[in-house]
């Protein structure tokens, strides 16, 4: 059963021109929700992460929307520069209960940007 | 400031053998976790701590086992390996859930 799902497994884009990534959750118990990224051979880092008690989230040329009633949320790139190719993980947790302190990821979209 | 530190970085086991893949971190964080990233599955949790002397199990707990005696290191043993072990594990760690986990670089671990 997989509570959290990234249907896209592949992005490519241009360089300059916006990169669009998408993430969908089952578990309604979710409240906080995390994007990370990962280069090969090295640990995912963190990017950017929203509440459940908001809907848009800015860090620079990131943005994370938030749709708590579709169950659906997203990471906007703009500009998108080549050095953003990458795998990105959407990642969410529960802040209560037996879920506390536990991250549920995605199976991750390799974005590719190209000059 | 190191982060987490994984050792070791590569390992080939046969099966049935047994080994303890090392985590620490420096940072003083209350939360550590293990993950295991396999290709089309993303990060899966297999076991994670929330302060020293507390782990549970995650997602994916069979044949792995944890403890956390100090608040630094959370080593992940494997019992006895198996092919399915075969994947790449990251270690990750957090001051608090509200935070991102900052992870480790992985061990890359095949079992033949």
């Known amino acids: 059963d997989q509570q959290v799902k990234q249907n896209s497994p592949s992005l490519s884009v241009q360089e300059g021109r916006i990169s669009i990534l998408n993430c969908d959750y089952t578990?309604?118990?979710?409240?906080?929700f995390l994007w990370y990224k990962k280069y090969p051979a090295e640990g995912p880092t963190f990017l950017i992460s929203?509440?459940?008690?908001?809907d848009k989230n800015e860090d620079g040329r990131f943005t994370v929307f938030l749709n708590k009633s579709a169950k659906h949320l997203s990471l906007h790139i703009v500009p998108s520069q080549p050095g953003d190719s990458a795998v990105y993980f959407c990642?969410?947790?529960?802040?209560?209960?037996?879920?506390?302190?536990?991250?549920?990821f995605g199976q991750g979209t390799i974005l590719t940007v190209h000059p | 400031n190191a982060g987490v530190t994984q050792t070791p970085k590569f390992q080939v086991l046969k099966t049935g053998q047994s080994m303890t893949l090392q985590c620490a971190q420096d940072m003083n964080h209350e939360y550590m976790s293990w993950y295991r990233q396999d290709p089309g599955m993303g990060l899966r949790l297999i076991h994670y701590s929330v302060g020293a002397g507390i782990t549970d199990q995650g997602e994916v707990p069979n044949g792995y086992n944890v403890s956390r005696s100090t608040t630094e290191d959370f080593p992940l043993r494997l019992l006895s390996a198996a092919p399915s072990q075969t994947s790449v594990y990251f270690c990750a760690s957090t001051p608090d859930s509200s935070y991102g986990y900052t992870f480790g670089s992985g061990t890359r671990l095949t079992v033949v």
């Open positions: 990642a969410a947790s529960a802040k209560g209960g037996t879920s506390y302190g536990k991250l549920t």
């Open positions: 929203i509440s459940s008690i908001k």
């Open positions: 578990n309604s118990m979710f409240d906080y």
